[in-house]
Nanobody, 123 residues
Framework: QVQLVESGGGLVQPGGSLRLSCAAS????????MGWYRQAPGKQRELVAA???????NYADSVKGRFTISRDNAKNALYLEMNSLKPEDTAIYYC?????????????????WGKGALVTVSS
C-alpha cells in the first residue's frame, strides 16, 4: 500500500502564494499518477491538477496559469505551487495517487488519498 501525507497548508491573503507538499511512502512502484483534489465548503470534490511519472500534466480550468504541479520521483514527493490565490481557492486539499492515470483524473476508484490540508485564503 501507499501512504500520502500533505503539508504546507495554512492561511494566506488574496493574491498571495502557498506551496503544498505531499510525501509518499510504501509501494511507490505501483504509483504512476499523482495529483491534487480539493473540496470547498458546500461544494463537491474536484480535481485541481494531476501529473504522471513522465511529467504529463492536467489542470482544472479554474487554476490554469496560477497553479503548478510538479513531482520529484527520486524523493517520492509531489508539490503544488499556488500563486495569485483567491478566496474561492479556500478548501481542503487532498493528495491522491493511483497506478492508473484515468482513475486518478476522473476521481473514480482512486487508490490512495491523503488526509487533507486546509488552505484558507482570506484577509
Amino acid at each position: 500500500q501507499v501512504q500520502l501525507v500533505e503539508s504546507g497548508g495554512g492561511l494566506v491573503q488574496p493574491g498571495g502564494s502557498l506551496r503544498l507538499s505531499c510525501a509518499a511512502s510504501g509501494s511507490i512502484f505501483s504509483v504512476n499518477a499523482m495529483g491534487w483534489y480539493r473540496q470547498a465548503p458546500g461544494k463537491q470534490r474536484e480535481l485541481v491538477a494531476a501529473i504522471t511519472t513522465g511529467g504529463n500534466t492536467n489542470y482544472a480550468d479554474s487554476v490554469k496559469g496560477r497553479f503548478t504541479i510538479s513531482r520529484d520521483n527520486a524523493k517520492n514527493a509531489l508539490y503544488l505551487e499556488m500563486n495569485s490565490l483567491k478566496p474561492e481557492d479556500t478548501a481542503i486539499y487532498y493528495c491522491a495517487a493511483d497506478q492508473n492515470w484515468f482513475a486518478l483524473v476522473s476521481g473514480t476508484g482512486v487508490g490512495y488519498w491523503g488526509k487533507g490540508a486546509l488552505v484558507t485564503v482570506s484577509s
